[in-house]
T-cell receptor, first 115, second 111 residues
Framework: GAGVSQSPRYKVAKRGQDVALRCDPI?????LFWYQQALGQGPEFLTY????????KSGLPSDRFFAERPEGSVSTLKIQRTQQEDSAVYLCASFQGRVGSYEQYFGPGTRLTVT | AQSVTQPDIHITVSEGASLELRCNYS??????LFWYVQSPGQGLQLLLKYFSGDTLVQGIKGFEAEFKRSQSSFNLRKPSVHWSDAAEYFC?????????FGTGTRLKVLA
């Protein structure tokens, strides 16, 4: 595709509900990232995939957060039993992974509001 | 520890004035450095990047940034600001594969 796409763009969940956020990276980009951006803050790293392998999940804030990329393209970030502190914009990014090409391209984000 | 500091939370400039946004980083090796811009409700758009070589880098929309190793800085500049530049600007350090972002500087442009 032309860019990174994310869906839904907005999600309102009641506390305790499970949510799933989808990311479609740029075609051919082997690396995919998820970031969490709280209001008034910069994005914070959550997790990283190279193809289908999740190589780093050190930024996931709790075991309620789970990410997958089963076929090495589309990724889903799942949050179980949502809490109010999960309210944030969730950004997905991808990059080619080639030497000399390290810039990440970001999607528009999914704004999650937990009520 | 790796970190990025953007000391100015808000900056207001008049249209046509020059702009400098500050960014200081802490990183053990030569970093990859980036500036991104985020308009309301939008994702992050890459303005420019530094990997190696010439320490003055040119980006899109007339922006440039200078890498100063001795000061651990990567300040963003623009000689003449346009009203459409009003947005939030983020500096980031590329630590291997993941980015560490600053907290952002919100730019307001007065007509």
């Amino acid at each position: 595709g032309a860019g990174v796409s994310q869906s839904p763009r907005y999600k309102v969940a009641k506390r305790g509900q499970d949510v799933a956020l989808r990311c479609d990276p740029i075609s051919g980009h082997v690396s995919l990232f998820w970031y969490q951006q709280a209001l008034g803050q910069g994005p914070e790293f959550l997790t990283y995939f190279q193809n289908e392998a999740q190589l780093d999940k050190s930024g996931l804030p709790s075991d309620r957060f789970f990410a997958e990329r089963p076929e090495g393209s589309v990724s889903t970030l799942k949050i179980q039993r949502t809490q109010q502190e999960d309210s944030a914009v969730y950004l997905c990014a991808s990059f080619q992974g080639r030497v000399g090409s390290y810039e990440q391209y970001f999607g528009p984000g999914t704004r999650l509001t937990v009520t | 520890a790796q970190s990025v500091t953007q000391p100015d939370i808000h900056i207001t400039v008049s249209e046509g004035a020059s702009l400098e946004l500050r960014c200081n980083y802490s990183y053990g090796a030569t970093p990859y450095l980036f500036w991104y811009v985020q308009s309301p409700g939008q994702g992050l758009q890459l303005l420019l990047k530094y990997f190696s070589g010439d320490t003055l880098v040119q980006g899109i929309k007339g922006f440039e940034a200078e890498f100063k190793r001795s000061q651990s800085s990567f300040n963003l500049r623009k000689p003449s600001v346009h009203w459409s530049d009003a947005a939030e600007y983020f500096c980031a350090v590329g630590a291997r594969y993941k980015y560490i972002f600053g907290t952002g500087t919100r730019l307001k442009v007065l007509a």
